[in-house]
Antibody, heavy 118, light 110 residues
Framework: EVQLVESGGGLVQPGGSLRLSCAAS????????MNWVRQAPGKGLEWVSY????????YYADSVKGRFTISRDNAKNSLYLQMNSLRAEDTAVYYC???????????WGQGTLVTVSS | QSALTQPASVSGSPGQSITISCTGT?????????VSWYQQHPGKAPKLMIY???NRPSGVSNRFSGSKSGNTASLTISGLQAEDEADYYC??????????FGGGTKLTVL
């Protein structure tokens, strides 16, 4: 059974940093691209970042470019999102999602809540 | 990248059919056949319902179907059931190599 479990969320002050993790199991993690998608409270989904299976290709949404860094460790079956210079508008539930193919997010984690507030 | 445009809400009675539209531009919906649809129940993670405009993943009911014309994609749900009540989001690949989602549509089953 495919499982994605996010962790690392919490309360952080504006300007602070946080590192999210996504532990994958039930599939060959190293064969799949992965994404981070977020959802602000009561709002819609927003794609955040993409990383290819070998980490050779990475994309970011304009809203996080230069502040967030996506990475992965295929040996540990883990995906990461380093978030720096956090702003109030980054407050959201952050989901990791497996990329079956172009924009096909076939499995999602349960999400981890990040709250940016003083 | 602006969000794709979806109606904020749609409703229908059990057994009826409804259609949710998703309008973008030639740089996303109109330019690629990489449109997906997701269902999200309150407090839950999104679930893939349609991919590549009109394909259903294994296990998704054939009451769900997708199509596209120009810059607008559509999700049709036939034979509405109470459990279909949820939020629905479209997404598309974009020319900037990213992904853009629609603003979401709340489906109410009357």
């Amino acid at each position: 059974e495919v499982q994605l479990v996010e962790s690392g969320g919490g309360l952080v002050q504006p300007g602070g940093s946080l590192r999210l993790s996504c532990a994958a199991s039930g599939f060959t993690f190293s064969s799949y691209s992965m994404n981070w998608v977020r959802q602000a409270p009561g709002k819609g989904l927003e794609w955040v970042s993409y990383i290819s299976s070998s980490s050779s290709t990475i994309y970011y949404a304009d809203s996080v470019k230069g502040r967030f860094t996506i990475s992965r460790d295929n040996a540990k079956n883990s995906l990461y999102l380093q978030m720096n210079s956090l702003r109030a508008e980054d407050t959201a539930v952050y989901y990791c999602a497996r990329d079956e193919a172009i924009t096909i997010f076939d499995y999602w984690g349960q999400g981890t809540l990040v709250t940016v507030s003083s | 990248q602006s969000a794709l445009t979806q109606p904020a809400s749609v409703s229908g009675s059990p057994g009826q059919s409804i259609t949710i539209s998703c309008t973008g531009t030639s740089s996303d919906v109109g330019g690629y056949n990489y449109v997906s649809w997701y269902q999200q129940h309150p407090g839950k993670a999104p679930k893939l319902m349609i991919y590549d405009v009109s394909n259903r993943p294994s296990g998704v009911s054939n009451r769900f179907s997708g199509s596209k014309s120009g810059n607008t994609a559509s999700l049709t749900i036939s034979g509405l059931q109470a459990e279909d009540e949820a939020d629905y989001y479209c997404s598309s690949y974009t020319s900037s190599s990213g992904v853009v989602f629609g603003g979401g549509t709340k489906l109410t089953v009357l």
